[in-house]
């Protein structure tokens, strides 16, 4: 008997390091963000909508980019993404006002949309069900990745050259890894010639769409009460996640007295943790999965992953010391991430042909979240000038967070 080929564990890793570009180019801006605001004037509020105003492209372009995957196939689409989004990473260090850097931040969230729908109807085509929750915490550990190394690359490179140059300098990896998707991805297992008869039963025996299923309309999804809540669980994980990805940097120079080198070495500790619970949530999931159900799998990673994440960030709020605070709040979101490859695996599961789409559908729920979350998050320092109210707001979320992970699974399984 020929033995299979591995093959789809490229297709992970190659996801991985695609993501880890993409954060990378993300994430920069919020290192940038002190001298953005001194050569712009800018207030925390006007701040806070520059930060918002990618994730609403992000959020606004993610369903047409899931279904253009779902069609089309993510080889194209994802090329065509990372090209798109390294132009305007360069494009953010040109900027000349805050007019201009709106539109830029725009138009950057606009390419790295079609990132993770487009990764979701891969995954629904190349990845069996009992491997996909570690599938996806392998996909979304690369932007742990990317988010841990960014903030020191980026505050050397600020410091030494100015905030203009780092975005220069990390627009540069996307165009490379833009030619190593396209010569090494294919839309279907059966057109890889790396990919033998064996893999493909495999790949086939555990997938819930066969590859030549045409795919469902992008709204199919959202007859799914499922669906429904699912997108707020996106919503309100998210909203405190950005905190983050955007204000993590500013809070700990201008609350805990830490100098931009250091908050920038700091900065990148929610990302470490990240990376590593997605690893161990995935995998946990999946082992679970196997040996009791995939609902009740998903079900415990979920609340273990949201509730401890706010419990970890009430802790850290009370916490006095600067450096364990920033250890404890950065370890919380790390927490969260234990249950995202769940939560990916979830959509594509409710998406069926139309994974793709439900990707989409739930990514921009998360971002919407995401473009609420500075904005409000900016205002209410601006208004309260204290930023322990900031990050209560995010355990609030989290909370309802769970709550709505809760009903997602039951609805899901009252419908199977």
């Given at each position: 008997?020929?033995?299979?080929?591995?093959?789809?564990?490229?297709?992970?890793?190659?996801?991985?390091?695609?993501?880890?570009?993409?954060?990378m180019d993300r994430v920069s801006i919020s290192v940038a963000a002190p001298g953005i605001r001194?050569?712009?004037?800018?207030?925390?509020?006007?701040?806070?909508?520059?930060?918002?105003?990618?994730?609403?492209?992000?959020?606004?372009?993610?369903?047409?980019?899931?279904?253009?995957?779902?069609?089309?196939?993510?080889?194209?689409?994802?090329?065509?993404?990372?090209?798109?989004?390294?132009?305007?990473?360069?494009?953010?260090?040109?900027?000349?006002?805050?007019?201009?850097?709106?539109?830029?931040?725009?138009?950057?969230?606009?390419?790295?949309?079609?990132?993770?729908?487009?990764?979701?109807?891969?995954?629904?085509?190349?990845?069996?069900?009992?491997?996909?929750?570690?599938?996806?915490?392998?996909?979304?550990?690369?932007?742990?990745?990317?988010?841990?190394?960014?903030?020191?690359?980026?505050?050397?490179?600020?410091?030494?050259?100015?905030?203009?140059?780092?975005?220069?300098?990390?627009?540069?990896?996307?165009?490379?890894?833009?030619?190593?998707?396209?010569?090494?991805y294919r839309n279907h297992p059966s057109e890889h010639p790396r990919v033998n008869q064996a893999?493909?039963?495999?790949?086939?025996?555990?997938?819930?769409?066969?590859?030549?299923?045409?795919?469902?309309?992008?709204?199919?999804?959202?007859?799914?009460?499922?669906?429904?809540?699912?997108?707020?669980?996106?919503?309100?994980?998210?909203?405190?996640?950005?905190?983050?990805?955007?204000?993590?940097?500013?809070?700990?120079?201008?609350?805990?007295?830490?100098?931009?080198?250091?908050?920038?070495?700091?900065?990148?500790?929610?990302?470490?943790?990240?990376?590593?619970?997605?690893?161990?949530?995935?995998?946990?999931?999946?082992?679970?999965?196997?040996?009791?159900?995939?609902?009740?799998?998903?079900?415990?990673?979920?609340?273990?992953?949201?509730?401890?994440?706010?419990?970890?960030?009430?802790?850290?709020?009370?916490?006095?010391?600067?450096?364990?605070a920033a250890w404890i709040i950065a370890f919380a979101p790390g927490l969260g991430d234990m249950?995202?490859?769940?939560?990916?695996?979830?959509?594509?599961?409710?998406?069926?042909?139309?994974?793709?789409?439900?990707?989409?559908?739930?990514?921009?729920?998360?971002?919407?979240?995401?473009?609420?979350?500075?904005?409000?998050?900016?205002?209410?320092?601006?208004?309260?000038?204290?930023?322990?109210?900031?990050?209560?707001?995010?355990?609030?979320?989290?909370?309802?967070?769970?709550?709505?992970?809760?009903?997602?699974?039951?609805?899901?399984?009252?419908?199977?």
């Amino acid at each position: 008997m020929t033995r299979a080929s591995r093959y789809r564990y490229w297709i992970i890793l190659l996801g991985l390091v695609v993501d880890m570009v993409s954060y990378m180019d993300r994430v920069s801006i919020s290192v940038a963000a002190p001298g953005i605001r001194d050569e712009f004037g800018l207030s925390p509020t006007e701040m806070g909508v520059v930060f918002g105003t990618f994730s609403f492209a992000y959020a606004l372009f993610q369903t047409p980019w899931g279904a253009a995957a779902d069609r089309f196939g993510a080889r194209g689409i994802v090329t065509v993404a990372i090209l798109w989004w390294s132009l305007f990473t360069a494009a953010t260090g040109a900027v000349w006002s805050l007019a201009s850097l709106l539109v830029v931040r725009f138009l950057f969230g606009v390419g790295e949309a079609a990132l993770s729908p487009s990764i979701g109807s891969a995954f629904a085509r190349w990845i069996p069900v009992t491997e996909r929750s570690t599938a996806f915490g392998a996909f979304i550990s690369g932007g742990r990745i990317g988010g841990a190394i960014t903030p020191p690359i980026a505050a050397f490179l600020v410091l030494q050259y100015g905030w203009r140059a780092s975005f220069y300098v990390f627009a540069i990896a996307g165009v490379a890894w833009a030619a190593v998707w396209w010569a090494t991805y294919r839309n279907h297992p059966s057109e890889h010639p790396r990919v033998n008869q064996a893999e493909l039963e495999a790949i086939a025996r555990g997938t819930e769409i066969a590859v030549e299923t045409a795919p469902s309309r992008w709204w199919t999804p959202l007859r799914s009460r499922a669906m429904w809540l699912l997108l707020a669980v996106a919503f309100g994980y998210t909203f405190m996640w950005q905190f983050y990805i955007t204000w993590f940097p500013t809070y700990l120079m201008e609350d805990r007295g830490f100098t931009l080198g250091e908050a920038g070495r700091y900065a990148g500790l929610p990302f470490l943790f990240g990376l590593m619970a997605n690893w161990v949530g995935g995998l946990a999931t999946d082992f679970f999965a196997r040996r009791w159900s995939v609902h009740r799998a998903r079900l415990l990673l979920g609340f273990v992953a949201l509730l401890g994440s706010a419990a970890c960030l009430t802790v850290g709020i009370f916490t006095r010391d600067p450096v364990a605070a920033a250890w404890i709040i950065a370890f919380a979101p790390g927490l969260g991430d234990m249950a995202l490859g769940a939560y990916w695996a979830t959509a594509v599961t409710i998406g069926g042909s139309a994974a793709g789409a439900a990707s989409g559908l739930m990514n921009s729920a998360s971002n919407f979240g995401g473009f609420v979350s500075p904005v409000l998050m900016g205002r209410v320092y601006q208004v309260a000038k204290v930023w322990n109210s900031v990050l209560f707001v995010g355990v609030g979320m989290n909370v309802l967070a769970a709550l709505a992970w809760f009903g997602t699974l039951r609805s899901l399984r009252k419908t199977s």
